[in-house]
């Protein structure tokens, strides 16, 4: 009887008053043991497109010429970068800040803005230095991305794996305890993310061996999820 409820709460669910929906809760009964299991799952994903962010800087004795210098940087940066296709291109708006005059040097002002996009993996390498390699420039992490299409049949490939992987757990437990039965009463999801792949940096030797966007670690998934099971 409860399984059926919980199925039928979610077309219930938008029936019932604000007020009401506020004041009520959904008792969650279980007549046997109640046993609670986490289960979690990833998954690999190919490869698409790379997304790329890089800090582009300038240091001149003032604001304007800073500014001015870190205008020419960028126009040098932007053509390299519509030269390797990049989509999603996003430039901030410059900061700048007052470096105070130390024994050495003497005071500046040091202008910057942020670079990001999204670019084919083949156009790693070039990235790296081409780009990597202009005056100003900071690489961060590249990081893999999987093709967007398919982030719903991945979602539920996760769920299901992962789900599987609770339900394993609380049958050996229920086992452990002389029960057999499982009903599912409550499923909690706890998330997941994607890591980034690399940092890259440029390298000032033609003759070694490129950067390979196949050696970069793939887009993985993660999704963890908590169960409750009533056992009997």
């Known amino acids: 009887m409860t399984w059926n409820l919980l199925r039928l709460l979610p077309l219930l669910l938008p029936l019932l008053p604000a007020a009401g929906l506020a004041q009520s809760q959904v008792q969650l009964a279980c007549t046997g043991t109640l046993v609670e299991a986490r289960g979690s799952a990833e998954l690999k994903r190919p490869t698409q497109r790379l997304r790329f962010s890089l800090t582009l800087e ?9 500014l001015a210098s ?3 940087r960028l126009a040098e940066v932007r053509t390299t970068l519509k030269s390797l296709q990049v989509v999603d291109l996003e430039i901030t708006s410059p900061s700048t800040w007052q470096r105070p005059a130390s024994r050495d040097k003497a005071g500046a ?3 910057s ?8 993996p083949t156009q790693l390498q070039p990235l790296v230095r081409q780009v990597g390699g202009l005056p100003g420039v900071r690489l961060s992490p590249v990081a893999t991305e999987a093709d967007a299409a398919g982030d719903r049949a991945a979602r539920r490939q996760l769920l299901r794996a992962a789900y599987q992987d609770a339900l394993r757990q609380a049958q050996d437990v229920a086992a452990a305890i002389g029960l057999r039965g499982l009903q599912p009463l409550e499923v909690q999801l706890e998330g997941g993310g994607r890591p980034v792949a690399m940092r890259a940096l440029a390298m000032a030797d033609a003759a070694v061996p490129p950067f390979d966007p196949a050696e970069l670690p793939g887009p993985m998934e993660r999704l963890s999820l908590q169960v409750r099971f009533c056992a009997r």
């Open 113 to 120: 803005l942020q670079v990001s996009g999204q670019l084919a």
């Open 58 to 66: 300038t240091e001149e004795p003032s604001t304007d010429a800073a």
């Open 109 to 111: 002002v040091q202008a």
């Open 70 to 72: 870190l205008q020419r």
